[in-house]
T-cell receptor, first 115, second 115 residues
């Protein structure tokens, strides 16, 4: 089955700096890669996703890059703010039957943005 | 609108007891997932329901775990004869059945503690 590795497990940055979280996956058939943000006491929330037919996607201060050959993808957060502090999870999934399911998650990165 | 709700938010039980965890998905969402999140770990897939199709139970860790979804809406995850290693946060997510739409909407989770 799919295996997703995520690094680093913890990341501390100063407000305004950039943060980068990296993930690798094992199954070359995976074609959907979402990133979820989980704040304390809440369920994960999708912040950005990318499909295997594109190499990069941006949404304001957040961007995700995908390298299918190397089977890795990364989350980039620029101009970090204290409210970006949370646990971030990457995931991979294989499209099946018209809708993706059974996301395989990384173990998460605790991001702390220091004011 | 209302999001995914789960109850109870916290459950403390004694080893050997049975527990039931409830998930109310977003109205109209046809897909429903259960995940387990252990301390410091990522989200572990447990089971997936899609409409009237047979559920994908491939992630259930043992036959002590079962889930049902009544009327295509509310779902209940049951753990029989609980063990201490069952202690975790159990997350439910729902998803609409729209072609190419992948986001899963998570509830806040139920924190289960087995003493």
């Amino acid at each position: 089955g799919e295996n997703v590795e995520q690094h680093p497990s913890t990341l501390s940055v100063q407000e305004g700096d950039s943060a980068v979280i990296k993930c690798t996956y094992s199954d070359s058939a995976s074609n959907y890669f979402p990133w979820y943000k989980q704040e304390l006491g809440k369920g994960p929330q999708l912040i950005i996703d990318i499909r295997s037919n594109v190499g990069e996607k941006k949404d304001q201060r957040i961007a995700v890059t995908l390298n299918k050959t190397a089977k890795h993808f990364s989350l980039h957060i620029t101009e970090t703010q204290p409210e970006d502090s949370a646990v971030y999870f990457c995931a991979a999934s294989i499209r099946s039957g018209g809708s993706n399911y059974k996301l395989t998650f990384g173990k998460g990165t605790l991001l702390t943005v220091n004011p | 609108g209302a999001g995914v709700s789960q109850s109870p938010s916290n459950k403390v039980t004694e080893k050997g007891k049975d527990v039931e965890l409830r998930c109310d998905p977003i109205s109209g969402h046809t897909a429903l997932y259960w995940y387990r999140q252990s301390l410091g770990q990522g989200l572990e897939f447990l089971i997936y329901f899609q409409g009237n199709s047979a559920p994908d139970k491939s992630g259930l860790p043992s036959d002590r775990f079962s889930a049902e979804r009544t009327g295509g809406s509310v779902s209940t995850l049951t753990i029989q004869r609980t063990q201490q290693e069952d202690s975790a946060v159990y997350l439910c997510a729902s998803q609409p059945r729209l072609a190419g739409y992948n986001e899963q909407f998570f509830g806040p989770g139920t924190r289960l503690t087995v003493l």
